[in-house]
């Protein structure tokens, strides 16, 4: 990463209130990483040094408005891609413990091997869907928080995400501009399957100025033993939405 890559991640950090001149070298090494690994592995869409460190980096870290990741806290990112928001959150959170979760095997033996490298024990990744994983007792009404970056629509992201929290974890989900009809089926989702949205919060990403909604669902009772459906359904007939769900990357 140059120099002018290391100014932007200072100041795109900084704008969200955040001081990381100490974990700067770090990020520079998880950088030289995703560039390796992105010529082997097509990890990401993004390829240049402003998009990953303000898409990428900076964009993971805009999970921490609001406070809702502070503490010793289990913490399961669905649909992680090549560690997105895992990475750049533990780099600043350390005290967190990272389950990255994604369907594709390649995506995880690289957020295996990374995690490795950046000398990251509290990140233990997996490969699974969450269909799965919200029926396995061993990952079901386990977590404290699951963080989850515009994977799908709002009331998908309810249905696969809250079986995984137990009573009084919270879904941290990061999305773009959110239409007022997705919010309400995400609301109705969200209380069919044992939570209530808590927070809807709209912001810009820093530097770049894009759109970003920052949703808080709690969850608030146990979810019925129905959901998650099976694999596939949750996105093919998402509860009390017909629109098309968006792709993530």
Known sequence: MNREGLDLLQQGAG????????QLP???R???????????LNLTALKTEE???LKHFV???TCLRGNYLEGSLSVLDLGTGAGFPTFPLALVRPELHFTPVDSTRKKIDF?????LQLGLDQVVPLVGRAEALGRDPEHREQYDRVVVRAVA????????ALPLLREGGLLVAQKGDITAEELNAGRRAAGEVGGKVQVVDPFELPILGDARTLIIIEKLKPTSS???RREGLPTAQPLFWNAAPKQAR
């Open 15 to 22: 704008e969200l209130g955040l001081k990381i001149e100490s």
């Open 26 to 28: 770090a990020f520079e």
């Open 30 to 40: 998880l950088f030289d990483l995703l560039q390796e690994g992105n010529t082997r």
């Open 51 to 53: 998009d990953i460190v």
């Open 59 to 61: 964009d993971s870290l």
């Open 111 to 115: 957020v295996r091997e990374t995690a």
């Open 153 to 160: 629509s709002l009331p998908v992201l309810a249905e696969l």
């Open 226 to 228: 129905k959901y998650p």
